[in-house]
């Protein structure tokens, strides 16, 4: 079973510019969730989506956006890059029911380098 | 105080003896906890769950819960040179904020 990915794996970008990312899920999991991993700072959430809907956010400002397609496909979009902003992307995906637990399985991630 | 803590480490044991990772959590309603591995460059890889009170084990893996004290611990049997990475302890909240909330991780390094 395929497991999820993620494109595209490097990037290089500049400030102001915007940027696309994305991410396929597991076969069969219909959320998908993003998490910035920037150096010395952790893993931190950005979105959750969930049948096309989001269903939660994360403390980022509203450059970061994205949405979710009806084949559970997801986009990451991140307008007016800072440098700041320069980080591996991780998408995960569950199949998640309300009231039942689910885990997360992360894909290879996205790295973005912010000029 | 962080949501969730870890010490960074770096945790040296050598090879064959048992790697203990700690970690604690401040929201006492906390309902799911999770081990991921991360090697360098790398995403994170899941290597358990709990949900409840107690000890699980898989294979070398044994995750403890202790929500009374509001820590989870990994340990990790007969430690190998591939288990050297940086392993992450993450946690749901709650049911319904399926936000996955990630201490800093702790640096293993298991020696020949």
């Not at chain 1, 989001?54 to 990451?76: D, H, K, T, V």
């Not at chain 2, 107690?54 to 007969?78: M, P, W």
Request: proline letters at 5%.
């Amino acid at each position: 079973e395929a497991g999820v990915t993620q494109s595209p794996t490097h990037l290089i970008k500049t400030r102001g510019q915007q940027v696309t990312l994305r991410c396929s899920p597991i076969s069969g999991h219909t959320s998908v969730y993003w998490y910035q991993q920037a150096l010395g700072l952790g893993l931190q959430f950005l979105l959750w989506y969930d049948e096309g809907e989001e269903r939660n956010r994360g403390n980022f400002p509203p450059r970061f956006s994205g949405r979710q397609f009806p084949n559970y496909s997801s986009e990451l979009n991140v307008n007016a890059l800072e440098l700041e902003d320069s980080a591996l992307y991780l998408c995960a995906s569950s199949l998640w029911t309300s009231g039942s637990r689910q885990t997360q399985y992360f894909g290879p991630g996205t790295r973005l380098l912010v000029l | 105080q962080k949501e969730v803590e870890q010490n960074s480490g770096p945790l040296s044991v050598p090879e064959g003896a048992i790697a203990s990772l700690n970690c604690t959590y401040s929201d006492r309603g906390s309902q799911s906890f999770f081990w991921y591995r991360q090697y360098s460059g790398k995403s994170p890889e899941l290597i358990m769950f709990i949900y409840s009170n107690g000890d699980k084990e898989d294979g070398r893996f044994t995750a403890q819960l202790n929500k009374a004290s509001q820590y989870v611990s990994l340990l990790i049997r007969d430690s190998q040179p591939s288990d050297s990475a940086t392993y992450l302890c993450a946690v749901i909240s709650n049911f319904g904020n399926e936000k996955l909330t990630f201490g800093t991780g702790t640096r293993l390094t298991i020696i020949p």
